[in-house]
């Protein structure tokens, strides 16, 4: 069969998925590169800041902007970012490794590259850390800020310094951020973004180590962190949170102030599907009455802040896995269809002040079902990874720290 040569991939290989993904990045170089010509580094520099201001005008406006207005002026500041994440020149391996720590996923940067758009995380986000910001340099003359888990394109800050920078508001003797990410992929595409942004001046450092070892040399006023997915699981935003808050200083704050990661036993059906048939997104502001009514909280799970944070005690078990005790739960008795029902974990975040993230904003927040938790029913084939209880037992829930993180529920 006649082979059509793309570089080294070739047309027949369509079928491995591995392969496939090659040939979409060729592709996709090719056809950037082509966009690129056409633009001077100073004309593509001046449009990708452009959009980041852009962004944060819209979140920070007194006026409420629109679902459209802000999706347009994400996905712009997506294409810039990714603009630039092409010049960085990533080789295949740099972008696409992904790989376990020993505290969780280290997603690759061609993974990461979206969190860039997550528009109602990031509103959050930057609500509450511009207002962080604001409160602390009201009567501090200069803070530093610790970004660790950043990812390629720190999407919690830059643009905030854009906007900054943009309207003269603050400037780099105000504020310093260190920026901390394992990947050296995502490493790489940072240096180049924020040269292209021109925010060299707010850098106190890029730092490439595993923010769970990291150790800070100067005091750290905000520590902004967002390493979750949904359920609260995979990635290592625990393990960085207790390892880092030791280095606040004593008014110091977290962003986010807190997480509170509940549980619920719900109907899928009801829950997922019919909730948002009409819904024009998946929204907070969008939860249906109707399927509100129909869940059966089982309450908080566990709460992550910074006093919880500085108290939390790990358990080591055998192979070198670390747990720390969450909340107990009791299963309430009276609910006729419990069986039919399944356990989904959801995150309410607060950033700051009234600033946050509520279930549904983001994919982060989004309730995960669990489909191993069983209440008065049982398995057809009970395997070791299957919970089995009853209505009106008691579950202690432990937070697995090592390899893959996430809620281990135990019968008390
Ligand atoms: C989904 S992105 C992070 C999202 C980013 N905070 C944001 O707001 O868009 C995941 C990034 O976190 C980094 N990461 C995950 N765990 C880490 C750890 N323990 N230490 C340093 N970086 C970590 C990965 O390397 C990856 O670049």
């Known amino acids: 069969m006649e082979k059509h040569q793309m570089g080294n991939v070739s047309k027949t290989d369509y079928a491995d998925p591995n392969i496939d993904q090659l040939l979409k990045h060729t592709v996709r170089n090719q056809l950037e590169s082509l966009l690129k010509a056409k633009l001077t580094t100073a004309q593509?520099?001046?449009?990708?800041?452009?959009?980041?201001?852009?962004?944060?005008?819209?979140?920070?406006?007194?006026?409420?902007?629109?679902?459209?207005?802000?999706?347009?002026?994400?996905?712009?500041?997506?294409?810039?970012?990714?603009?630039?994440?092409?010049?960085?020149?990533?080789?295949?391996?740099?972008?696409?490794?992904?790989?376990?720590?020993?505290?969780?996923l280290i997603m690759s940067p061609q993974n990461c590259r979206h969190t860039i758009k997550d528009i109602y995380r990031i509103k959050g986000y930057a609500k509450g850390?511009?207002?962080?910001?604001?409160?602390?340099?009201?009567?501090?003359?200069?803070?530093?800020?610790?970004?660790?888990?950043?990812?390629?394109?720190?999407?919690?800050?830059?643009?905030?310094?854009?906007?900054?920078?943009?309207?003269?508001?603050?400037?780099?003797?105000?504020?310093?951020?260190?920026?901390?990410?394992?990947?050296?992929?995502?490493?790489?595409?940072?240096?180049?973004?924020?040269?292209?942004?021109?925010?060299?001046?707010?850098v106190a450092d890029i730092i490439e180590e595993d923010a769970t070892i990291y150790e800070p040399e100067q005091a750290i006023d905000l520590l902004v962190l967002e390493a979750m997915q949904h359920g609260f699981t995979r990635e290592g935003q625990l393990s960085i949170a207790?390892?880092?808050?030791?280095?606040?200083?004593?008014?110091?704050?977290?962003?986010?102030?807190?997480?509170?990661?509940?549980?619920?036993?719900?109907?899928?059906?009801?829950?997922?599907?019919?909730?948002?048939?009409?819904?024009?997104?998946?929204?907070?502001?969008?939860?249906?009455?109707?399927?509100?009514?129909?869940?059966?909280?089982?309450?908080?799970?566990?709460?992550?802040?910074?006093?919880?944070?500085?108290?939390?005690?790990?358990?080591?078990?055998?192979?070198?896995?670390?747990?720390?005790?969450a909340n107990a739960v009791t299963i309430p008795t009276g609910v006729e269809d419990m069986s039919t029902r399944i356990l989904a974990v959801y995150a309410q975040i607060n950033t700051f002040d009234e600033e946050g993230v509520d279930q549904y904003d983001s994919g982060i927040t989004h309730p995960k079902p669990d489909m191993s938790f069983y209440v008065d029913a049982r398995p057809k084939e009970l395997e070791h990874t299957h919970f089995v209880a009853n209505s009106g037992d008691t579950v202690q829930f432990y937070y697995q720290l090592s390899g893959m993180p996430g809620f281990v529920p135990v019968k008390v």
């Open 44 to 104: 593509r520099q001046q449009a990708l800041t452009k959009s980041f201001v852009d962004a944060m005008t819209l979140i920070l406006s007194t006026t409420q902007a629109t679902h459209a207005q802000l999706t347009a002026a994400f996905e712009a500041m997506y294409d810039h970012a990714l603009q630039s994440m092409s010049m960085a020149d990533l080789s295949e391996e740099l972008l696409t490794r992904q790989y376990i720590s020993a505290t969780g």
């Open 129 to 202: 850390i511009d207002k962080a910001i604001r409160g602390m340099l009201s009567h501090k003359g200069s803070i530093t800020i610790l970004y660790p888990a950043c990812g390629p394109f720190a999407p919690l800050i830059l643009p905030l310094l854009s906007y900054y920078k943009d309207q003269n508001e603050f400037n780099h003797e105000q504020i310093k951020v260190l920026f901390v990410d394992a990947h050296p992929g995502a490493i790489v595409t940072l240096k180049q973004l924020i040269n292209d942004l021109q925010l060299g001046e707010f």
């Open 242 to 325: 207790k390892h880092l808050v030791k280095f606040l200083t004593l008014d110091g704050w977290m962003i986010p102030r807190s997480v509170s990661i509940k549980g619920m036993m719900i109907h899928g059906e009801t829950e997922y599907n019919q909730q948002w048939k009409d819904a024009e997104y998946c929204h907070s502001d969008h939860l249906r009455d109707s399927a509100l009514n129909e869940r059966v909280e089982l309450g908080e799970l566990m709460r992550i802040d910074k006093s919880a944070l500085l108290e939390m005690t790990e358990i080591e078990l055998e192979d070198d896995i670390k747990v720390v005790a």
